[in-house]
Every structure is written in structure tokens, then in C-alpha cells.
């Protein structure tokens, strides 16, 4: 038994200047526009964020909104040809002494001179390319409450506008209120020869840039922790920090400390004067051999100011904790913690690839919730069997603090919206 003694106070609200819970709990509103193939899917959390999904694209971000800054959304953020979160580009060149030319790589299969070197292209995803090649592929929302929104995507690479690759990237967005969208990557290989990356193969953010039209420039600068100026190439660490005065929006990249295996460099690949820019994680050359079939999990945190919703997010050093909070998973103890939920890439009952906490009861729960080195900003709890209602508030530390849920086919999910400041809370969830 823990002693109540033993508890810090610590919970921090944004919330005073909202008129009641209620209001705290709208949570997430979701529309969709078109037809398939050209599908498109919008997640809006009022007064934070608007995010749009196109089919179009394969299932990229292509336009998002800081609704803090721009209410009226007239300053979509990403590259419009990419969106938001993209993964991929550039492949490698290789020798292939003796081999096939029309087989050995999708260069010399296009009719690339045989002198030429081995290359299997570039790997978009996503990109309007799609769209120009009919392989806009799958777009489907498979959870929908004002706690969050679930959208998978799934689509081809694609070679530019000229070919369709084996490739497969299956995506799963978890989009929260509090800006928070996690991102859990299916790549498979189902051809018959390996795909050879360059450097560029990993979670980036793209975002539109000019050097030639200022009203297209969005104004983005990339850091790290440890470096005020992004070096790309440089060793990974804890997170990608894109700022932006101009838009008034800072946008966190972070993905789990076991990815660093793969995601061994900071990867940015400037294009300024053609309309854009992006940063994030690169790979080194991997190989994709046929039959390839890897998963991991990302999460973009948007920064803002003015937003009673969103942290600030002034600097990479000031973004170290959240990132953190979803590297390290928090401890969750005196619960019943689930370890073997999909997508808990690494068994420690953190789900990466939903970003929560998974525990299960019928309700109502009480545990002790230790937020390590993480910021405890927002923590999001899953309950699997849960009975009853969901609560749209929960206790911490003994004090009322606002939360958004939702039950989902036996399931609770609940995001606490608040900061819960104290080393270690004890946290009650329903009556």
C-alpha cells in the first residue's frame, strides 16, 4: 500500500481560460471530402491543429494547419507534392559485375544505356506521383472517437511519375487533440530483388521552402539538442526540432531509442529552390532484400504559442522531455499493465506505435504513475475491457483534472489533458 504521504502534487492545467470540462472534451472532429481515388480525410482538433490525408498522395499529410496561429487555415505547412511525414527517397548505385542489365535494377529495365550503373531510382512516399501513376492506394479511417483518430494508408513507392515500385509503406496515423501524431511504418519488399537506399531511407518532416517565392517559404529551421545548426549526416539522438517564427509552429520528430540501430544519421535533403525542404532520420545503405518486411514507429509533436492545448517548444533542448516521454516509456505500477498489445514494439507496456499506455480492467482503475524524465504532458491511457462510461475527468493527486475519451469497442482511451508535473501521481480513473 502506498501512502498518500508518498505523493507529489504536481498537475499544471492550460485550461483556466476555458469555460468548463465539456468544452475540454469536444476532442477531435473528422470530415472527409471526394471520391476514391482521390479520397481525402481531415482531422481537426478546434483551436490546435487541422491535418489532412490524401489518398491521392498514398496517404501523406499533404496539408496541416496550425489553428492557433492561423484560425482560418490559410497556411498549410507541408510540401504540397509530399506532406507532413514522409519516409524515403533517394535509392543507391550499385555495380552488378555480369548480370542481366534488363533485370539487375529498375534503371536498366527503363532503357538506361548499358554502360550506365546499376540504380533502382527513387522511393517517394508519399507523392502526387501516385495519383499521375493510378497508385493512390488505400485510405480508411479504422477508429474515430474525440479521444483520437486512427487512419491507415497503404501504397506503393513510386519512382517519381514513371514507375510503380514493389515496395509497399502501410501507415498507421494516431492522431490526438494535444497536436500529438504517432505514426506506426509497415515497409515490405515483394519483388524479386532487393531495393538499395541510400542515405535517405527513414522518418522525415517535409515542409515547403523557397528561395525564389518568399509566400511559399514556411521559414523552417532544423535543430537537435546537441546542435543549434542541424548537421546532416551527424550521429541520430533524441529528436528533430523544425522552428518556424514566421509560422509561429515548431514540429518535433522522435522516434524509440532501439530504432537508432537502423536510424543510425540525421538525414536533410534542401531544396530551397525548387519549393522545399526536409529533415529527420536517415539510414545509412540499407538493402531491402525481396521478401524485406520491417515495422517501426515515429511521433511528430506540434509546438506552438498562444495554444492552451499545445507546449511551446522554443528550442530542441526545451523539446528534450517530450521526446523522452515517448522514448522512455513511463512507469505505470499498482495496474494491471499489458505487454503484448500490437504495436508495443519493444514488450514494456508502452505502445509505440499508438503512443499510450496499455493497461486492462473493467474499471475503475488507480495507479501510480511515474513520469521518469518525460515532460508528462497529456499522458494517454488505453484500457482494454473496460466497463461503464467513459470518465471525461480523472484524479490526480486527489484533484480533478480534465481528460478527453472515449470508449472503442471495449476500450478505453483516455488522454489526460493536462502536465502532470510531480515525479510520481497517483492517478484514479473513473468512479
Not at 511559399?216 to 518556424?244: C, I
Not at 505500477?333 to 499510450?356: R, W
Request: with cysteine; charged share 20%; proline share 6%.
Amino acid at each position: 500500500m502506498i501512502k498518500s504521504s508518498t505523493w507529489f502534487l504536481g498537475v499544471t492545467f492550460w485550461w483556466a481560460i476555458l469555460a468548463s470540462t465539456s468544452a475540454l472534451g469536444a476532442g477531435l472532429e473528422l470530415s472527409r471530402s471526394g471520391e476514391p481515388p482521390d479520397q481525402k480525410i481531415a482531422v481537426t482538433s478546434p483551436g490546435v491543429y487541422r491535418a489532412v490525408v490524401y489518398q491521392a498522395s498514398g496517404g501523406g499529410i499533404n496539408e496541416f494547419y496550425n489553428l492557433a496561429s492561423d484560425p482560418e487555415a490559410k497556411l498549410s505547412l507541408p510540401w504540397k507534392d509530399r506532406g507532413l511525414f514522409e519516409v524515403g527517397w533517394h535509392g543507391n548505385s550499385f555495380k552488378n559485375p555480369g548480370a542481366d542489365k534488363k533485370t539487375c535494377c529498375n534503371n536498366h529495365a527503363l532503357g538506361a544505356k548499358p554502360e550506365d550503373g546499376c540504380y533502382d531510382g527513387c522511393a517517394d512516399w508519399p507523392s502526387m506521383a501516385h495519383k499521375e501513376l493510378k497508385a493512390t492506394g488505400e485510405l480508411a479511417v479504422i477508429e474515430q472517437s474525440p479521444a483520437r483518430v486512427r487512419i491507415r494508408a497503404k501504397a506503393p513507392y513510386v519512382w517519381w511519375a514513371k514507375f510503380v515500385h514493389k515496395l509497399t509503406a502501410e501507415v498507421v496515423y494516431t492522431f490526438y487533440p494535444t497536436g500529438r501524431i504517432v505514426m506506426q511504418m509497415h515497409v515490405t519488399n515483394s519483388g524479386d530483388k532487393p531495393f538499395h537506399w541510400s542515405g535517405e531511407y527513414g522518418p522525415h518532416i517535409s515542409v515547403s521552402a523557397s528561395d525564389k517565392t518568399p509566400e511559399n517559404d514556411r521559414g523552417f529551421v532544423w535543430s537537435t539538442p546537441k546542435q543549434e545548426k542541424f548537421v546532416s549526416g551527424s550521429p541520430s539522438e533524441e529528436l528533430v526540432l523544425a522552428s518556424s517564427d514566421k509560422a509561429k509552429t515548431r514540429l518535433m520528430l522522435s522516434i524509440p531509442p532501439e530504432e537508432q540501430m537502423l536510424f543510425t544519421r540525421f538525414m536533410q535533403h534542401d531544396g530551397h529552390t525548387v519549393g522545399w525542404d526536409r529533415a529527420g532520420y536517415g539510414s545509412g545503405s540499407l538493402v531491402m532484400e525481396a521478401g524485406y518486411d520491417n515495422t517501426w514507429a515515429c511521433m511528430i509533436q506540434m509546438g506552438t504559442t498562444g495554444s492552451t492545448l499545445v507546449p511551446e517548444l522554443k528550442t530542441a533542448r526545451d523539446a528534450l522531455p517530450y521526446a523522452l516521454q515517448y522514448r522512455v516509456a513511463p512507469k505505470a505500477s499498482n495496474a494491471d499493465l499489458v505487454t503484448d498489445d500490437p504495436g508495443d514494439l519493444n514488450k514494456d507496456g508502452f505502445n509505440e506505435s499508438e503512443g499510450c499506455t496499455v493497461l486492462k480492467g473493467p474499471g475503475p482503475l488507480v495507479l501510480a504513475y511515474e513520469r521518469g524524465a518525460g515532460a508528462g504532458f497529456a499522458p494517454v491511457f488505453k484500457v482494454l475491457g473496460w466497463k461503464g462510461e467513459a470518465p471525461q475527468q480523472v484524479k490526480a493527486d486527489a484533484k480533478e483534472v480534465p481528460a478527453v475519451s472515449a470508449v472503442v469497442e471495449g476500450n478505453l482511451v483516455l488522454q489526460v489533458l493536462g502536465t502532470l508535473d510531480g515525479e510520481k501521481v497517483r492517478i484514479e480513473i473513473g468512479r
